[in-house]
C-alpha cells in the first residue's frame, strides 16, 4: 500500500511509505532555531550549528484503505532515535516504535526515487495470501487509481495548459532492527515526505536539517564509546577477489557496496592481486594514518593476518595500531574471527554473515583486541610474527591442513578427514611449557602492553614470516625509507610502489558513484592518488645524531617480549609448568570460534589477556575423540570435571618442543615450518570494529 496524500485544514499534507512511514511537519512544530535555519536556506555554518540535543517533531497522515480513515503519525527525532506514534483519527487505537539511533544506518534526501528503492517504497505490512480478499484489494486500488485520474483530468480543465509538479522532498531513512528470540536483523526502510511549501527548494532544506541532524546524533553516538573512529578519514578496504570460491568481488558489489552506500561511509577498495599483497601495501603506505580510519579486510582470516603483520612492520606500528580500527566481512572460507566479534557484541551471523559484518563495520566503534607474539625455530632460523586467532599442533592442524587436496567438495572435506585421522590416530612426542593466568599477572600483562603502546619510542619491525622469508629478497615493494624522508615524502603517490596497479586503473572509485566496474573486470586499484608535493631539504644531521637516532630505534624492537627468548630455559621460579609425553593435540585459542562453526572457546574475551591452551594427551579414546569433535559447533566439546586426557588452561604464553621432525603447525589457519614455537599475548594491542566500543 503506498501512501497518498491527504489534505488538512491548518496542517501539512503528509504521506507514509515503505516498512515506514513519512512525516512532514510545519515549521512552527520545529524549534525556532531550527526555523530560522530552514528560512536562510541551511548554510554549511547552520548545519554545523545544529544543537545535538535538539528535538525535530512532524506530523503525518496516511491513508487507510483498509479502514476507510486516515491515520495520523507523529515523528520525533532526537538523541535516542526516531519515534513514531500512531494513532487513529476516533484515538481509538495507539501505537509507538522507536527506531535507535544505533539501528539506523544512514539517510538520504532529495526527490522521489523513479526506481524501487532497496526495502521497497511499499507499505510493510504482511503479504496477503487469501486468493479472495487480494482481489478485492486490486479491484479497491483499481477504483482508487481511476478515481485520481479522474481528479487529474478535472484539474486540468481548470488550468488549461498547466502541469501540476511534485515539489516535495524525500527523506530515506535506512535502518536495521534489532531483533530478539532469534538474533536477528530486519531491514527497514522509512520515507518522509517534505511538501509545506509550494516551492521545491524550501522543502529540500526541511529533508537536509533532518538527514543532517540524523547524522549528527549517529556521530556523537559512535563517540560516546570508549573508541571511536575519525568520521573525517576513510576507510580502507582490501577485498580478496579469490575469496568465496572466486566471488568476492560480485559479493562486495552486490552485499557491502549497496550498505556502504546508504551509510554514507567514505573509502577506497584496493583489490589484491597476488599472496602478501595486503602485508606490503599496509607496511608499505606512507599516508596510511593520515588517509585512513580503518582498515576493513573483505575475504578470510587469512588476508587479515596479512593486515596485521603488515602493520607491525611498519615503523610507526605503535600510532597505527592505537589510530587505525581493523574489521572484517567474511568473504571467505575461514570466517573464525568475523564469528567471534560477532559474538562478542551479541550480533547475529547467520544468515547473512556479510550483511551482518558489515553493519559492525559501519558503527563507528571499535573494541580493543589481543593479539599474540609468536617465535619459531627452524634450521638456525629465528621467526617473529603476530596472530589473531590461533596456533594449532596436532589433530585438529592436521585436518584443516590435510583435508585441502579434498577442497573441491567444500566444507565436507573436514568431515571426512577428521573420520579418517580418528581411524589412524596420531600422537606427537614432545614438551609442553606454559605461564598459568592469573589475576595478578593478567592485570600486570595489561599494563605494561598499555604502557608498551603510549610510551614507547617508534620503531622499525624487523619480522620476517616463514613463508615470506625465501621470497623477501626479490619484493616487488621497496622499503619504506627512514623516518625523516618518512615526514618529508608523506604526501607523495605511491606510484612507484604499486606501479602496476595504478598503469591499469587511474580512477578513483567513489562509493556514491553511478556506475560500478563488472565482477570479472580486471581492474584492481580504486583509490585516489595524490598529486607530487614539493620536497624540502633535510634536516642537517650530524652523522653520529643519525646513528645515535638509529640505535635507539633498534634498540626497542616491536612489541618488547616479555618472557625468556625461544633458546633460553624457561625458569620455574617465575611460575612456568612443563610436561613432556605424547600428545594427540595442543591448541591454543585467543577468541572465541576457529571457524563461523566451532565455538572452540566460550570462555574467551576479545580483551581479557589470555591465551585457552587446550590439551589432549595420549590415551584417550576414540569415542571421547569423536565426541569432542562432534560437540564443537556448540561450545559443549569442553570438560566439565577434571579429566586426565582432555585439559583446557587458561595461560599468558607457551612453548611447544617437539621431539620429532615431521608434524604440522599451524598459526591462524595457515600453516607454517614445523619446529620449537613459543608465544605470548599482550593485551588490547590492537582495535577491532564492534558495535558496542567496550
Same mark, same amino acid.
Given at each position: 500500500?503506498?501512501?497518498?496524500?491527504?489534505?488538512?485544514?491548518?496542517?501539512?499534507?503528509?504521506?507514509?511509505?515503505?516498512?515506514?512511514?513519512?512525516?512532514?511537519?510545519?515549521?512552527?512544530?520545529?524549534?525556532?532555531?531550527?526555523?530560522?535555519?530552514?528560512?536562510?536556506?541551511?548554510?554549511?555554518?547552520?548545519?554545523?550549528?545544529?544543537?545535538?540535543?535538539?528535538?525535530?517533531?512532524?506530523?503525518?497522515?496516511?491513508?487507510?484503505?483498509?479502514?476507510? &480513515?486516515?491515520?495520523?503519525?507523529?515523528?520525533?527525532?532526537?538523541?535516542?532515535?526516531?519515534?513514531?506514534?500512531?494513532?487513529?483519527?476516533?484515538?481509538?487505537?495507539?501505537?509507538?516504535?522507536?527506531?535507535?539511533?544505533?539501528?539506523?544506518?544512514?539517510?538520504?534526501?532529495?526527490?522521489?526515487?523513479?526506481?524501487?528503492?532497496?526495502?521497497? @517504497?511499499?507499505?510493510?505490512?504482511?503479504?496477503?495470501?487469501?486468493?479472495?480478499?487480494?482481489?478485492?484489494?486490486?479491484?479497491?486500488?483499481?477504483?482508487?487509481?481511476?478515481?485520481?485520474?479522474?481528479?487529474?483530468?478535472?484539474?486540468?480543465?481548470?488550468?488549461?495548459?498547466?502541469?501540476?509538479?511534485?515539489?516535495?522532498?524525500?527523506? %530515506?531513512?535506512?535502518?536495521?532492527?534489532?531483533?530478539?528470540?532469534?538474533?536477528?536483523?530486519?531491514?527497514?526502510?522509512?520515507?518522509? #515526505?517534505?511538501?509545506?511549501?509550494?516551492?521545491?527548494?524550501?522543502?529540500?532544506?526541511?529533508?537536509?536539517?533532518?538527514? &543532517?541532524?540524523?547524522?549528527?546524533?549517529?556521530?556523537?553516538?559512535?563517540?560516546?564509546?570508549?573508541?571511536?573512529?575519525?568520521?573525517?578519514?576513510?576507510?580502507?578496504? @582490501?577485498?580478496?577477489?579469490?575469496?568465496? $570460491?572466486?566471488?568476492?568481488?560480485?559479493?562486495?558489489?552486490?552485499?557491502?557496496?549497496?550498505?556502504?552506500?546508504?551509510?554514507?561511509?567514505?573509502? =577506497?577498495?584496493?583489490?589484491?592481486?597476488?599472496?602478501?599483497?595486503?602485508?606490503?601495501?599496509?607496511?608499505?603506505?606512507? !599516508?596510511?594514518?593520515?588517509?585512513?580510519?580503518?582498515?576493513?579486510?573483505?575475504?578470510?582470516?587469512?588476508?587479515?593476518?596479512?593486515?596485521?603483520?603488515?602493520?607491525?612492520?611498519?615503523?610507526?606500528?605503535?600510532?597505527?595500531?592505537?589510530?587505525?580500527?581493523?574489521?572484517?566481512?567474511?568473504?571467505?572460507?575461514?570466517?573464525?574471527?568475523?564469528?567471534?566479534?560477532? &559474538?562478542?557484541?551479541?550480533?547475529?551471523?547467520? *544468515?547473512?554473515?556479510?550483511? &551482518?559484518?558489515?553493519?559492525?563495520?559501519?558503527? +563507528?566503534?571499535?573494541?580493543?583486541?589481543?593479539?599474540?607474539?609468536?617465535?619459531?625455530?627452524?634450521? !638456525?632460523?629465528?621467526?617473529?610474527?603476530?596472530?589473531?586467532?590461533?596456533?594449532?599442533?596436532?589433530?585438529?592442524?592436521?585436518?584443516?591442513?590435510?583435508?585441502?587436496?579434498?577442497?573441491?567438495? +567444500? /566444507?565436507?572435506?573436514?568431515?571426512?578427514?577428521?573420520?579418517?585421522?580418528?581411524?589412524?590416530?596420531?600422537?606427537?612426542?614432545?614438551?609442553?611449557?606454559?605461564?598459568?593466568?592469573?589475576?595478578?599477572?593478567?592485570?600486570?600483562? /595489561?599494563?605494561?602492553?598499555?604502557?608498551?603502546?603510549? $610510551?614507547?619510542?617508534?620503531?622499525?619491525?624487523?619480522?620476517?614470516?616463514?613463508?615470506?622469508?625465501?621470497?623477501?629478497?626479490?619484493?616487488?615493494?621497496?622499503?619504506?625509507? !627512514?623516518?625523516?624522508?618518512?615526514?618529508?615524502?608523506?604526501?607523495?603517490?605511491?606510484? =612507484?610502489?604499486?606501479?602496476?596497479?595504478?598503469?591499469?586503473?587511474?580512477?578513483? %572509485?567513489?562509493?556514491?558513484?553511478?556506475?560500478?566496474?563488472?565482477?570479472?573486470?580486471?581492474?584492481?586499484? %580504486?583509490?585516489?592518488?595524490?598529486?607530487?608535493?614539493?620536497?624540502?631539504?633535510?634536516?642537517?644531521?650530524?652523522?653520529?645524531?643519525?646513528?645515535?637516532?638509529?640505535?635507539?630505534?633498534?634498540?626497542? @624492537?616491536?612489541?618488547?617480549?616479555?618472557?625468556?627468548?625461544?633458546?633460553?630455559?624457561?625458569?620455574? /621460579?617465575?611460575?612456568?609448568?612443563?610436561?613432556?609425553?605424547?600428545?594427540?593435540?595442543?591448541?591454543?585459542?585467543?577468541?572465541?570460534?576457529?571457524?563461523?562453526?566451532?565455538?572452540?572457546?566460550? =570462555?574467551? #574475551?576479545?580483551? !581479557?589477556?589470555?591465551?585457552?591452551?587446550?590439551?589432549?594427551?595420549?590415551?584417550?579414546?576414540? $569415542?571421547?575423540?569423536?565426541?569432542?569433535?562432534?560437540?564443537?559447533?556448540?561450545?559443549?566439546?569442553?570438560?566439565?570435571?577434571? =579429566?586426565?586426557?582432555?585439559?583446557?588452561?587458561?595461560?599468558?604464553?607457551?612453548?611447544?618442543?617437539?621431539? +620429532? $621432525?615431521?608434524?604440522?603447525?599451524?598459526?591462524?589457519?595457515?600453516?607454517?615450518?614445523?619446529? *620449537?614455537?613459543?608465544?605470548?599475548?599482550?593485551?588490547?594491542?590492537?582495535?577491532?570494529?564492534?558495535?558496542?566500543?567496550?
Amino acid at each position: 500500500m503506498t501512501a497518498n496524500p491527504v489534505q488538512r485544514p491548518d496542517r501539512q499534507q503528509s504521506e507514509t511509505a515503505t516498512a515506514t512511514e513519512s512525516v512532514t511537519g510545519s515549521e512552527s512544530e520545529l524549534e525556532p532555531a531550527l526555523q530560522q535555519q530552514l528560512k536562510s536556506g541551511l548554510t554549511t555554518e547552520c548545519r554545523e550549528a545544529i544543537d545535538p540535543q535538539s528535538e525535530l517533531i512532524g506530523i503525518f497522515y496516511v491513508e487507510n484503505r483498509r479502514r476507510k &480513515h486516515n491515520i495520523k503519525i507523529v515523528v520525533k527525532l532526537c538523541p535516542d532515535g526516531i519515534y513514531l506514534r500512531r494513532e487513529t483519527a476516533e484515538n481509538d487505537h495507539i501505537n509507538e516504535q522507536l527506531i535507535r539511533i544505533d539501528d539506523i544506518i544512514g539517510s538520504s534526501f532529495g526527490k522521489r526515487l523513479k526506481k524501487r528503492a532497496r526495502g521497497g @517504497l511499499n507499505s510493510c505490512k504482511s503479504a496477503n495470501h487469501d486468493p479472495q480478499e487480494a482481489a478485492d484489494e486490486e479491484e479497491e486500488q483499481q477504483r482508487e487509481q481511476q478515481k485520481q485520474q479522474q481528479q487529474q483530468k478535472s484539474t486540468k480543465r481548470r488550468q488549461p495548459g498547466h502541469t501540476q509538479a511534485d515539489n516535495s522532498a524525500y527523506l %530515506y531513512i535506512y535502518a536495521y532492527l534489532k531483533k530478539e528470540k532469534p538474533l536477528r536483523r530486519v531491514q527497514t526502510l522509512r520515507i518522509l #515526505r517534505f511538501r509545506t511549501s509550494d516551492h521545491y527548494a524550501e522543502n529540500l532544506n526541511t529533508a537536509r536539517l533532518w538527514h &543532517h541532524t540524523i547524522r549528527e546524533h549517529k556521530q556523537r553516538a559512535a563517540a560516546s564509546g570508549e573508541l571511536a573512529r575519525d568520521p573525517g578519514k576513510k576507510l580502507l578496504i @582490501l577485498l580478496n577477489p579469490k575469496s568465496g $570460491s572466486g566471488k568476492g568481488r560480485e559479493q562486495f558489489q552486490k552485499q557491502v557496496a549497496p550498505l556502504l552506500r546508504e551509510a554514507e561511509a567514505q573509502y =577506497d577498495l584496493q583489490i589484491t592481486t597476488h599472496p602478501h599483497y595486503a602485508q606490503e601495501y599496509v607496511r608499505s603506505r606512507k !599516508d596510511l594514518l593520515e588517509r585512513y580510519a580503518g582498515i576493513v579486510v573483505a575475504s578470510g582470516d587469512g588476508l587479515f593476518y596479512e593486515v596485521l603483520n603488515g602493520l607491525m612492520e611498519r615503523m610507526d606500528w605503535r600510532r597505527a595500531c592505537r589510530e587505525l580500527s581493523l574489521g572484517i566481512i567474511p568473504c571467505g572460507s575461514g570466517n573464525g574471527l568475523a564469528k567471534s566479534i560477532a &559474538h562478542h557484541c551479541n550480533e547475529p551471523y547467520e *544468515p547473512k554473515p556479510i550483511l &551482518h559484518a558489515t553493519l559492525i563495520c559501519v558503527a +563507528g566503534r571499535a573494541t580493543p583486541m589481543d593479539v599474540v607474539r609468536v617465535e619459531l625455530n627452524h634450521r !638456525d632460523k629465528h621467526f617473529v610474527m603476530y596472530s589473531f586467532l590461533s596456533i594449532g599442533w596436532g589433530l585438529i592442524a592436521d585436518i584443516d591442513i590435510e583435508s585441502e587436496r579434498l577442497r573441491s567438495i +567444500g /566444507a565436507q572435506r573436514f568431515t571426512l578427514w577428521a573420520i579418517r585421522r580418528l581411524i589412524t590416530l596420531r600422537c606427537y612426542p614432545g614438551k609442553l611449557f606454559y605461564l598459568p593466568a592469573t589475576a595478578k599477572h593478567t592485570e600486570r600483562a /595489561a599494563e605494561a602492553a598499555d604502557i608498551a603502546v603510549e $610510551s614507547a619510542p617508534e620503531s622499525p619491525v624487523e619480522t620476517v614470516a616463514p613463508h615470506q622469508a625465501a621470497t623477501q629478497t626479490f619484493s616487488e615493494f621497496k622499503d619504506l625509507p !627512514d623516518e625523516s624522508d618518512v615526514q618529508l615524502r608523506g604526501h607523495e603517490s605511491d606510484s =612507484d610502489q604499486f606501479a602496476d596497479a595504478l598503469s591499469m586503473d587511474r580512477s578513483v %572509485y567513489r562509493q556514491n558513484g553511478d556506475s560500478w566496474h563488472s565482477a570479472v573486470s580486471r581492474r584492481t586499484a %580504486y583509490y585516489s592518488v595524490s598529486g607530487h608535493s614539493t620536497r624540502s631539504n633535510r634536516s642537517r644531521l650530524s652523522v653520529a645524531q643519525r646513528i645515535e637516532a638509529a640505535n635507539a630505534e633498534f634498540s626497542q @624492537l616491536v612489541p618488547a617480549s616479555t618472557i625468556p627468548g625461544l633458546q633460553l630455559p624457561l625458569p620455574a /621460579a617465575d611460575g612456568w609448568l612443563s610436561e613432556a609425553g605424547e600428545f594427540v593435540m595442543v591448541h591454543a585459542a585467543y577468541t572465541t570460534h576457529l571457524a563461523s562453526d566451532c565455538f572452540f572457546a566460550p =570462555d574467551s #574475551r576479545l580483551n !581479557d589477556g589470555l591465551i585457552y591452551l587446550v590439551i589432549i594427551r595420549a590415551g584417550v579414546g576414540r $569415542s571421547q575423540l569423536l565426541n569432542f569433535l562432534l560437540s564443537m559447533h556448540n561450545g559443549t566439546h569442553l570438560p566439565v570435571e577434571e =579429566d586426565p586426557h582432555i585439559q583446557v588452561l587458561p595461560v599468558r604464553a607457551f612453548r611447544i618442543e617437539p621431539s +620429532g $621432525s615431521t608434524g604440522i603447525l599451524t598459526i591462524d589457519g595457515e600453516r607454517v615450518d614445523y619446529g *620449537p614455537i613459543q608465544a605470548e599475548v599482550f593485551p588490547g594491542l590492537i582495535n577491532v570494529m564492534t558495535t558496542t566500543g567496550q
